[in-house]
């Protein structure tokens, strides 16, 4: 009989659970299957609770909304007024202005994911090197991403307000007869709630980017200041390309989270002036349930998905070519 | 492993039954002992979308549930009393809990509970999903034609014309616009006819007397007047909350003046042009009125602004009578006027200006239509005088005015002091024979009021002009119609 140590490191992967299950002291066949069943069981048992919830409370939603899509529903009537209309909700939906403001809208939103990276990059570089109250700063910094974004909202909102708000008061003391309305501006109503968004995302990115920095070994800086790099170049060559796996993390999620925005709009702009700040998800809101046309936002929610799924595809093929592993 | 720990295959048995009997326990819903059909259908909400909210509705009627029960239980009746469920967007306190009472008392056999839901998006979105669940809703209150006709359309309202007999709607309430389809849809109840209220010491400090008949460049010419001072402690000659500026047209025209027929929008019209240009003067020239952008960022309130001596003209609803009448809790100190809505230079208003609202339906899926309408009749003819106190009037035609006015002014201590009574009464019960603006085509009007609210914002903010801006209206509501009617 083989004399394993049972306190060696477990193998990770299914050959090593194989090979070690051989090893042990259980000597028929049928014993050892019967354990992996069970322990299969267990797993399924264990984590049935959460799957169970997640069909019901997503799966089944997500293909009844498909459904929909291809239907015309005032959902106050229940079920028997369902009308199916097949792809005239698709169809309409280029020469509809609530949903091409909306998706010109997103797209322009989708900047705010570039920027907030380069600022936690930024911070994350400087908190790096910089060595008191680094934890006090860091929790700072991070403290916008956990704050509830209805009080976000809120307390910006006064802070904007074009008349009697502290920014504006500054601008009017310095002499500017005209600031701008911010919020109550089409051409800065958007950018206005980018800003927003930025500084309350780029705690997050900084604190993952701190990690990715410091794993890093310093053998490699070593080596490139013997090299003759300076700052810059090892910023280039070393900090950057082997910060990707965080970068592309960041990228995926963060455009798909711009895509899904919707408690800042609805709180502080209802997606105006005018189109300027309406967002997919809150037009789709505003289709099922102002409008009462849930078919049509179904629609509205598929085309949107299925705009993330691309960009999404497009950034995991880029993946390949551009993240560095080592 | 030692024998006195568990081996792991027993600690994964016990723990994986332990999690599924945790979770089968948790998705239990709390046991009520009374056999009403409420808790029942307490479960069936959690599928519709507002399934946060849904829930919310069993919770807060848990507790008047045991005061009715206890109520038939010491009567030792026959029979078990009918419950009805009544959903409305008053708060408990201001009427409906009066209501109640009052009907309870005298129907020990057909007892009634209140749901409020909050009066905005998310509030009607419960109510909805609360209609298609079997006997949650019985009665229920609709506010704006809007979502009465929305309810209506989809089938979650039993018209009442099964019910009437010899009521007739009509000759009990005026012409309105709760019947198409040849149906009575609901009863509306409550008569809000929209006036002029007055700051009177800012008219006096200013020279101007109260008018009774005034047209809207006098009331632009007022407002002008009563603007006083600048900066954050400017008052300002009146008020307005929203973006909409067709009152004008439609108190002279009637509520439909914006439809040329079910398809076509009419906003090319110059009564609106003019009518938007008129607040746009208010607003950038005269410097009478609120900026809309500091409106909408600090979300002002009409009564906030009149009452704190921001605005010394509100042009609003008889809504506002309720914080008048609640001095201690809004402190002023002047007396407050009334002056009738302005008219169009041709001539006087033909409409009564207002709107009549509080719509109340019997639900489809409600299992006591019957009682719900011996309910509803008593409610909207004897029993609405327990909402008077709080300012709700109604359009009743059998109602005293007399009565209506004692309900509203007795328990208002000091109230020569702190409104002008005589222009009260002739601002809420003049003009009774006339009918209210009616506006009884609602065809895409939600897409259409987000149209005018994108637009007109728009021009307030001074980024379009106004006759842009009625092309832009017009353009888009034309389309929007096209949509709805294709179907």
């Not at chain 2, 009260?424 to 003049?430: C, I, P, W």
Request: aromatic share 12%; with cysteine; hydrophobic share 45%.
């Amino acid at each position: 009989m083989k004399n394993v140590s049972l306190k060696s490191q477990p193998a990770r992967n299914a050959a090593g659970i194989e090979a070690a299950a051989k090893a042990l002291p259980i000597s028929s066949k049928k014993g050892m299957g019967r354990l992996l069943r069970q322990e299969a069981l267990a797993g399924y048992l264990l984590i049935a609770p959460n799957l169970l919830i997640y069909s019901v409370f997503v799966v089944i939603p997500v293909l009844m909304s498909l459904v929909l899509s291809f239907t015309d529903w005032n959902f106050v009537g229940g079920f028997e007024k369902l009308k199916f209309v097949g792809f005239e909700n698709f169809a309409a939906l280029p020469t509809d202005t609530w949903f091409t403001d909306s998706l010109r809208n997103n797209l322009q939103y989708a900047l705010v994911v570039p920027i907030t990276m380069a600022f936690g990059l930024l911070f994350a570089m400087f908190l790096n090197k910089f060595v008191y109250f680094r934890s006090f700063l860091r929790s700072m910094i991070f403290m916008p991403y956990i704050t509830s974004s209805i009080a976000i909202a809120a307390v910006w909102m006064v802070i904007f307000h074009p008349s009697y708000g502290p920014i504006n008061s500054f601008l009017y003391s310095l002499g500017m007869e005209n600031p701008p309305r911010w919020l109550g501006s089409s051409a800065w109503a958007l950018p206005t709630v980018m800003f927003i968004n930025v500084w309350g995302g780029f705690g997050y990115n900084m604190v993952l980017y701190l990690a990715g920095l410091q794993s890093i070994p310093q053998e490699i800086y070593e080596a490139a200041e013997i090299d003759g790099a300076g700052p810059i170049a090892k910023f280039r060559f070393i900090v950057f390309p082997l910060l990707t796996p965080t970068t592309f993390f960041l990228l995926v999620t963060g455009v798909i989270g711009s895509f899904k925005v919707f408690d800042i709009i609805n709180v502080m702009t209802q997606g105006g002036p005018g189109t300027a700040t309406t967002m997919l998800a809150y037009d789709v809101y505003r289709t099922g349930f102002v409008f009462y046309k849930m078919g049509y936002a179904s629609s509205i929610a598929w085309v949107l998905m299925i705009i993330v799924a691309i960009i999404t595809a497009i950034q995991w093929w880029g993946q390949r070519k551009i993240v560095v592993e080592y | 492993m030692t024998g006195k720990m568990i081996s792991r295959r027993d600690f994964i048995r016990l723990a994986s039954s332990a999690a599924a009997a945790a979770a089968l326990a948790s998705c239990a819903p709390a046991a009520t002992p009374a056999p009403t059909t409420a808790p029942t259908a307490a479960p069936v909400p959690t599928k519709a979308p507002a399934a946060g909210e849904a829930t919310k509705a069993p919770a807060a009627t848990t507790a008047p549930t045991v005061a009715p029960t206890a109520a038939a239980a010491t009567k030792a009746p026959a029979k078990t009393p009918v419950k009805l469920r009544w959903w409305g967007g008053v708060p408990e306190a201001s009427g409906p809990k009066q209501t109640v009472e009052a009907w309870n008392k005298i129907n020990p056999d057909i007892q009634v509970e209140y749901v409020q839901y909050p009066n905005n998006t998310e509030g009607n979105v419960k109510l909805d999903t609360a209609l298609q669940a079997d006997g949650e809703v019985d009665v229920l209150v609709s506010y704006g034609l809007n979502p009465l006709k929305q309810r209506a359309d989809g089938g979650a309202i039993e018209p009442l014309d099964a019910f009437l007999g010899a009521f007739d709607p009509e000759k009990e309430f005026g012409k309105l616009d709760n019947r198409w389809d040849n149906k009575y849809w609901a009863l509306i109840l409550n008569s809000q006819p929209r006036f002029v209220y007055l700051n009177k010491k800012a008219l006096d400090d200013a020279g101007l007397k109260v008018p009774t008949d005034w047209t809207w460049e006098e009331y632009m010419d007022y407002a002008k007047k009563l603007s006083k001072g600048s900066g954050p402690t400017k008052r300002y000659g009146a008020f307005y909350q929203f973006p909409d500026s067709f009152e004008p047209v439609r108190v002279s025209k009637g509520g439909d003046v914006s439809y040329k027929d079910d398809c076509t929008s009419n906003y090319e019209d110059p009564l609106f042009l003019a009518a938007l240009k008129n607040r746009v003067q208010m607003q950038d020239a005269d410097k009478s009125v609120a900026p809309f952008g500091d409106v909408t960022a600090a979300k002002l309130q009409p009564y906030s602004e009149f009452l704190t001596g921001k605005t010394a003209m509100l042009l609003e609803g008889s809504w506002i009578l309720r914080y008048i009448k609640a001095v201690k809790d809004n402190p002023r100190d002047f007396m407050v006027a009334f002056a009738p809505m302005p008219h169009m230079k041709d001539g006087p208003n033909p409409f009564r200006p207002g709107v009549g609202d509080d719509r109340v339906s019997i639900a489809k899926k409600s299992k006591n239509k019957d009682a719900a309408w011996q309910f509803i009749k008593w409610w909207s003819t004897e029993g609405y005088i327990n909402m008077t106190p709080f300012g709700r009037v109604t359009l009743w035609r059998g109602r005293k005015a007399e009565d209506t006015i004692q309900s509203f002014l007795g328990d208002f201590t000091d109230y020569q002091k702190y409104m002008d009574v005589d222009g009260y009464k002739t601002v809420m019960f003049g003009n009774s024979d006339k009918n209210y603006p009616i506006g009884f085509k609602a065809n895409a009007a939600a897409e259409i009021g987000q149209i005018n609210t994108e637009e007109l914002s728009k021009v307030f903010l001074g980024e379009t002009k106004p006759e842009d801006a009625m092309k832009n209206i017009k353009k888009r509501a034309d389309e929007a119609l096209a949509k709805a009617c294709k179907k």
